[in-house]
C-alpha cells in the first residue's frame, strides 16, 4: 500500500485505538453489493483520511485512494475468509474480479493485517503496477477497481471487494457506481414447526366381568417337620397361592374373603380329632401377580384361639379391580394328650361382594 508519511501517521493513531476498544474488522456488516462485489468499498483520500464518496464525484488517474468497509471510518478492516494468504488491488473489466493473477488487467501485491484482515487497500488505477494499466488509461471503458482475498499465491481468488468505475479515455479520470444495500440475506433456518392431526377414534362400552376366586386344582398346604415348643408338638408351614380376581370394572363394588376350617382328625384313627382352633393362620398378600390396589390381609389367627370361621382379606371399592394373590403363613399346635401321627383337615375359602 502506497501511504504518505501523513498518511501512515493517521492510520497508527487510529489503529491504536481501534485495538483498544475492540477489533476493527467489519466481517459482519459486509453486504453483498449489485455488481457482486463481496461488501460496500467506501472510498478515502489516503493523504488525509476525508471521505471522497460524494454523488458524481470525479477521481484523477494518480490521486490516492484508499478503501473501507465503514462509511464514517476509514480504519476499520475488510474481512477476508479463513485461510486467506495474499491480497492484490486490482483494476479489471467487469466480470472478471475472481480471475486472480492470471485474469485481471492490472494488479498490485497488497498485505493482510495480523487479525487477517485487509486495512486501507489503495485502489488508485496508477498503482497498478502489473499488467496493461496504462492500457486501460488510453482506452477508458467501464471496469471494477479493488482488491481481493486470494490463496496459491494470487491464483485463485476467495473473495472480491470492488466499485464499477467509469474511465475517461486518455486522461484517465473516473467516477464510480455508488454502494448499495442490496442484501443476500442467508436461508432462515425454520424452527420447530406445528400442524394439527383430527383424531376421533371410535369407542365401544366395556363389559362388567365377573368376581372369581382361583384356588389351584389339587391345592394342598406345605407343613415341616414337627418340633416340640413347651413341650406341645408345633408344626409351621403355609397354605399356597389363592387368587382373587376382580373383572368388574365398572362397578367396582370390593369384596371380602373369608376361610373356613373343619376340625383335625388323625388319618388312622377319625376318632382320634384335634380342634380347629389349634390351626394359627396368619394372612399376608403377596406382591408377585398382584395388580390390584386396596387390598389388606386380615388379622391374625394364634393357634389355641383361632376361630373356625374367620376373615382372611378384604378388598376395597372402587380399588380392587384385577388380581390379588394371597397366602398365608400357618402354625399347627397339637395338644400334649394327643397321638402323634398325620391329622387332616380342610380350610375352605370364599369370596362374596360388599
Not at 151 to 162: F, K, L, Q, R
Not at 252 to 268: H, I, R
Not at 293 to 312: C, D, E, I, L, P
Request: charged share 10%; with cysteine; aromatic share 6%.
Amino acid at each position: 500500500m502506497k501511504l504518505n508519511t501523513k498518511t501512515r501517521t493517521l492510520a497508527v493513531g487510529t489503529l491504536s485505538i481501534a485495538l483498544l476498544a475492540g477489533s476493527g474488522v467489519a466481517a459482519a456488516s459486509a453486504v453483498v453489493q449489485a455488481n457482486g462485489s463481496a461488501g460496500a468499498v467506501y472510498m478515502y483520500d489516503a493523504a488525509d483520511g476525508s471521505a471522497l464518496d460524494a454523488p458524481g464525484y470525479s477521481y484523477g488517474w494518480d490521486d490516492q485512494v484508499v478503501g473501507s468497509p465503514d462509511g464514517v471510518d476509514p480504519m476499520v478492516d475488510f474481512s477476508c475468509p479463513v485461510g486467506t494468504t495474499n491480497v492484490y488491488t486490482f483494476a479489471t473489466t467487469p466480470g472478471t474480479e475472481l480471475g486472480g493473477t492470471n485474469g485481471w488487467k492490472a494488479f498490485s501485491p497488497n498485505s493482510l493485517t495480523a487479525t487477517g484482515g485487509v486495512l486501507l487497500p489503495n485502489t488508485t488505477p496508477s498503482g497498478q503496477i502489473n499488467g496493461t494499466g496504462p492500457a486501460i488509461k488510453a482506452a477508458g471503458g467501464t471496469y471494477s477497481l479493488g482488491f481481493a482475498c486470494t490463496i496459491n499465491n494470487g491464483v485463485t481468488t476467495v473473495a472480491a471487494y470492488y466499485r464499477t468505475a467509469t474511465i475517461t479515455a486518455g486522461t484517465g479520470a473516473y467516477t464510480l457506481s455508488r454502494n448499495d444495500a442490496t442484501v443476500v440475506v442467508p436461508p432462515v433456518v425454520p424452527g420447530p414447526q406445528n400442524g394439527t392431526v383430527a383424531l376421533a377414534p371410535t369407542t365401544t362400552g366395556a363389559v362388567n366381568g365377573v368376581l372369581a376366586l382361583t384356588v389351584p386344582a389339587g391345592a394342598a398346604a406345605s407343613f415341616g417337620t414337627p418340633s416340640l415348643v413347651n413341650n406341645k408338638s408345633t408344626t409351621t408351614g403355609t397354605l399356597g397361592n389363592i387368587t382373587v380376581n376382580d373383572g368388574r370394572v365398572l362397578t367396582s363394588e370390593g369384596w371380602n374373603l373369608s376361610a373356613t376350617v373343619a376340625d383335625f382328625k388323625n388319618s388312622t384313627d377319625a376318632t382320634n380329632i384335634i380342634s380347629k382352633s389349634q390351626l394359627g393362620v396368619a394372612p399376608k398378600l403377596v406382591v408377585a401377580g398382584t395388580s390390584a390396589t386396596g387390598v389388606t390381609a386380615a388379622a391374625v389367627q394364634v393357634a389355641g384361639a383361632a376361630s373356625g370361621t374367620y376373615n382372611f382379606a378384604s378388598g376395597s371399592a372402587a380399588n380392587t379391580v384385577g388380581d390379588s394373590v394371597l397366602n398365608a403363613d400357618l402354625t399347627f399346635v397339637a395338644p400334649q394328650d394327643k397321638a402323634a401321627g398325620t391329622y387332616t383337615s380342610t380350610m375352605t375359602l370364599t369370596v362374596v361382594s360388599k
